[in-house]
């Protein structure tokens, strides 16, 4: 594997950092080289360091395509914080000259809109998209078609969990109090609990009033980050199911803020997400 030359932006969306190559043009990392190429991007010893890599590439049926790699290797469907910085590198780097432009996701068609500020992108607003509650979906072994605040055993501590995929899975607990939860005891141990079959990624979550919340994320094949937008739009949209959250609602991450519009479609909730993503800098593999 030669990555001498490549190049890439740095970009984070509230403390959640990428990697982002453009190969909307031509492919800069072979195929079978990628899975080992991000595990180097991603390493913050001897790498770049970053919470994934992102690979703009061409679409026949969106605008821009758009892929994404874990730091363990593995392709991820999509990533909320990931491409509100998808976006962003888009758009500065003149790929899409749009305010409004549709990506195509492992997880589906996304839509992001951008809010200007002194001709400068400042804000993204991504229509997330619906989710679903279906057990066999998400997936996970379980007996009940669906998930919701039940009572799961994990090492001889009673959680109440909460199963939702928007494109990927996610766990959300509420809890009293985030900073008491032993997140790296607990992280894994549901990430690779028997119910998932293909893991999960997990986030606690304390609820301040209806409006806002508070949350801390295990995330699938990273560990702990600062921030998940996917996981984000799950905590929005599963605390408005159960009647712990309005429709309107902001939520405090570790690295920052986002804001999110619960919506129904027919008889399944979607959200919308909107929050900052910012360019830390442009980089070459020496």
Not at 102 to 126: A, C, H, M, Q, Y
Not at 153 to 161: A, C, P, Q, R
Not at 168 to 182: K, T
């Amino acid at each position: 594997m030669d990555l001498k030359g490549l190049k890439f932006s740095k970009m984070h969306g509230i403390g959640n950092d990428f990697v982002i190559i453009d190969e909307s043009k031509a492919t800069q990392i072979p195929e079978t080289d990628k899975p080992e190429a991000c595990r180097f991007l991603c390493d913050r010893h001897f790498g770049v360091g970053a919470d994934g890599v992102l690979f703009v590439v061409t679409s026949n049926v969106a605008d821009i395509g758009y892929r994404m790699f874990n730091p363990d290797g593995s392709e991820a469907e999509m990533c909320g914080n990931g491409i509100r910085c998808f976006g962003n590198f888009v758009y500065i780097n003149k790929i899409l000259e749009t305010e409004s432009m549709t990506v195509e996701t492992k997880s589906g068609i996304k839509t992001i809109d951008i809010t200007l500020e002194n001709n400068e992108p400042k804000f993204f607003r991504v229509n997330m998209g619906t989710c679903t509650f279906k057990a066999d979906e998400i997936p996970m072994n379980f007996d009940s078609e669906e998930c919701i605040d039940e009572e799961i055993d994990v090492d001889g501590e009673i959680f109440k969990l909460t199963a939702v995929s928007v494109g990927n899975p996610h766990a959300i607990i509420f809890v009293d109090n985030v900073d008491d939860v032993d997140i790296n005891r607990f992280g894994p141990a549901i990430e690779n609990h028997r119910l998932f079959p293909e893991k999960i990624n997990v986030h606690f979550v304390e609820v301040i009033s209806k409006h806002e919340g508070k949350m801390r994320t295990w995330e699938r094949g990273a560990g702990v980050t600062l921030a998940c937008g996917t996981g984000a739009t799950s905590t929005a949209i599963a605390g408005y199911k159960l009647g712990l959250f309005d429709f309107n609602l902001h939520l405090h991450l570790p690295g920052g803020n986002l804001k999110f519009t619960v919506y129904k479609e027919g008889e399944d909730l979607g959200a919308f997400m909107e929050g900052p993503a910012k360019l830390v800098f442009n980089g070459e593999i020496a």
